[in-house]
């Protein structure tokens, strides 16, 4: 079974809070559906004093309570309207994410272990809630393909077949991606990320 180690862009309020604050980590303990979103309780490397004066200055975060509060960290708890697009991709994929969940700079960082059948699939719902991310897979297999996603090898053998990679170019990245009815982006991303695995493979690194 493999395990999994991605990083994925933070959206919304807590993105830009600590995409404000990059020198802080932030940590969400745990979080909770409501009818509507989610109530999340987030532990941020900062003292009370420094954070809730950022909180309120800036109206990053929507209304928050405090929990707890000492010389180095402040946990706080809030809630959100809305379900943010990696929580449903990930919820979709079948996967769960073990908290507490580091965010620095922006950036959500997790290990999973699950099943390739569900990798792939978190993988391509990243991809199809286009949400930033990088992820890794590592194991120990003698089948090449299984470096990939099944939506990253579905990519690469179109792009292949179709002369992406012949010069000159056969087929342009804005076909590709039509042909599969994502952005440019995305189609950009998922064979960046791809190629990137491929090469570290042919070199004899680790392919994360």
Not at 71 to 98: F, M, W
Request: with cysteine; charged share 25%.
């Amino acid at each position: 079974m493999p395990r999994a180690q991605f990083t994925f862009e933070v959206p919304g309020e807590l993105g830009a809070l600590s995409t404000a604050r990059p020198e802080t980590e932030f940590r969400i303990v745990s979080n909770f559906p409501t009818e509507n979103g989610l109530i999340v309780i987030l532990d941020i490397g900062a003292p009370k004093r420094s954070i809730t004066q950022a909180l309120d200055e800036e109206e990053l975060l929507p209304q928050y309570e405090v929990l707890h509060a000492d010389d180095q960290r402040t946990v706080i708890q809030y809630e959100i309207s809305y379900v943010p697009a990696p929580h449903r991709a990930i919820l979709k994929s079948g996967n769960l994410i073990q908290f507490p969940l580091p965010i620095r700079g922006g950036w959500a960082s997790a290990d999973l272990t699950t099943s390739q059948e569900r990798l792939s699939q978190l993988g391509d719902a990243f991809d199809a809630a286009e949400v930033a991310y990088d992820l890794s897979a590592i194991q120990q297999s003698t089948d090449e393909t299984a470096l990939l996603t099944d939506r990253q090898l579905e990519f690469i053998v179109e792009a292949v077949e179709r002369g992406y990679y012949e010069s000159p170019r056969q087929c342009t990245l804005t076909e590709l991606a039509e042909s599969f009815g994502v952005s440019k982006g995305a189609a950009s991303g998922i064979l960046h990320r791809a190629e990137r695995r491929i090469i570290k493979r042919f070199l004899g690194k680790p392919p994360i």
